[in-house]
């Protein structure tokens, strides 16, 4: 297995967000990089090579060559809205969607739309990119309104081409494909249909898709589109590969947030993923994920703003502060709804205080078995 990294990436956390951007010591060529660095399983040395013999040699890799490149720089801050289309006549009946268009938004879907657009009421959109495809395009009307600006629609935007597959009930393409169907759902990012891999080419079209976004003027986007074509914008951004597909899944108008702010020097944006699959009910309700029944559920929180600055270094091991110990109520009172079996936290006091203020609540609604570590 070869994994190619064209820059390091740096995960940074603060008590509401997870921050992505270039590391300090490699700072990526604003310009698409000619060398990347590739790193083999089978050898510990890594060696670099240019792009072209790279796809000479890796023929088959090339998708996810551009999509793991740096992003050009913008220079203003930038906020991306992805809303995934309502639920569609061949989701209500479980039938493979890909790139077709022969689906409408279900009665259930329209209802979708409008509560998304309720939920989005209070952002102010400069603009709107949408799918081309009936049940997508349908979905941004209704979540644009009246607004005089046209809606910009994007071939690059349909959902994933899945070829023989599309129209095919599931057990359908099971019972056709076999292996193939199989290699699909366990191996998605190496499947081939047709001469074609899905997956990889989707992760080039959402390459080329960011280009034509953040270069547009605007500074609030709405983007409208599909669950596959959605979660490889989100894993583009963030630095993610192929491997990550169906790890960001999105459901029927969930909402999905990111943050560019630009860099001095042109170098690539700083990259903030706000919110992921946020849908008009709690965004931890349990039941389904992106269309797909959950069995268990981890939910990851972050304590609240601690008595130092909360722009300081997170080292040390302090108390929250008044803000903190509000955010950490909000937190509980978001979690009411459900049932928490069991809630294990780091030793540190602002973590502590945190899982403290969720337990008082879940063990009124719940037994609950708190483990501190």
């Given at each position: 297995m070869i994994s190619i990294t064209p820059t390091t990436l740096v995960l940074h956390r603060n008590p509401s967000f997870f921050?992505?951007?270039?590391?300090?010591?490699?700072?990526?060529?604003?310009?698409?990089?000619?060398?990347?660095?590739?790193?083999?399983?089978?050898?510990?040395s890594a060696s670099s090579t240019s792009l072209q013999e790279l796809e000479k040699e890796q023929g088959e890799l090339r998708s996810e060559l551009y999509a793991s490149a740096?992003?050009?720089p913008i220079k203003s801050a930038k906020r991306?809205?992805?809303?995934?289309?309502?639920?569609?006549?061949?989701?209500?009946?479980?039938?493979?969607?890909?790139?077709?268009?022969?689906?409408?938004?279900?009665?259930?879907?329209?209802?979708?739309?409008?509560?998304?657009?309720?939920?989005?009421?209070?952002?102010?959109?400069?603009?709107?990119?949408?799918s081309p495809l009936i049940r997508s395009k349908r979905t941004a009307e209704i979540i644009w309104g009246s607004r005089e600006t046209e809606l910009i629609t994007d071939s690059d935007l349909r959902?994933?081409?899945?070829?023989?597959?599309?129209?095919?009930?599931k057990h359908e393409g099971k019972a056709k494909f076999g292996p193939a169907f199989r290699q699909w759902q366990v191996d998605a990012a190496n499947f081939n249909i047709d001469g074609h891999y899905p997956v990889r080419e989707l992760w080039a079209r959402a390459r080329s898709c960011w280009t034509r976004i953040l270069l547009h003027e605007s500074r609030s986007v709405l983007?409208?589109?599909?669950?596959?074509?959605?979660?490889?914008?989100?894993?583009?951004?963030?630095?993610?590969?192929?491997?990550?597909?169906?790890?960001?899944?999105?459901s029927n108008c969930g909402v999905s947030v990111l943050d560019f702010t630009p860099q001095p020097e042109g170098r690539s944006p700083f990259i903030c993923l706000n919110r992921l699959n946020q849908t008009p009910n709690s965004p931890i309700a349990a039941g389904s994920s992106g269309g797909r029944k959950t069995s268990n559920r981890i939910i990851l929180a972050c304590h609240g703003y601690t008595q130092s600055n909360p722009e300081a270094s997170t080292s040390g091991d302090l108390p929250m502060n008044m803000l903190?110990?509000?955010?950490?109520?909000?937190?509980?009172?978001?979690?009411?709804?459900?049932?928490v079996s069991s809630i294990i936290s780091s030793p540190k006091k602002a973590c502590f205080e945190t899982a403290m203020a969720?337990?008082?609540?879940?063990?009124?609604?719940?037994?609950?078995?708190?483990m501190w570590r």
């Open positions: 921050f992505f951007f270039p590391s300090t010591t490699t700072r990526p060529n604003p310009t698409y990089p000619s060398f990347f660095t590739v790193r083999s399983s089978s050898s510990s740096p992003f050009l991306v809205i992805l809303v995934r289309h309502g639920q569609s006549t061949w989701n209500e009946e479980g039938r493979i969607q890909g790139s077709s268009d022969f689906s409408v938004l279900t009665k259930k879907g329209e209802a979708q739309a409008e509560t998304s657009r309720q939920m989005l009421i209070d952002d102010s959109f400069d603009a709107c990119f949408s959902e994933i081409d899945l070829y023989s597959f599309q129209g095919l009930l983007v409208v589109a599909h669950n596959a074509v959605n979660q490889a914008l989100v894993a583009t951004a963030i630095g993610l590969g192929t491997e990550y597909f169906r790890i960001l899944l999105q903190g110990i509000i955010q950490s109520q909000k937190t509980a009172e978001l979690l009411l709804d459900l049932k969720i337990s008082r609540i879940a063990w009124v609604l719940t037994v609950c078995h708190a």
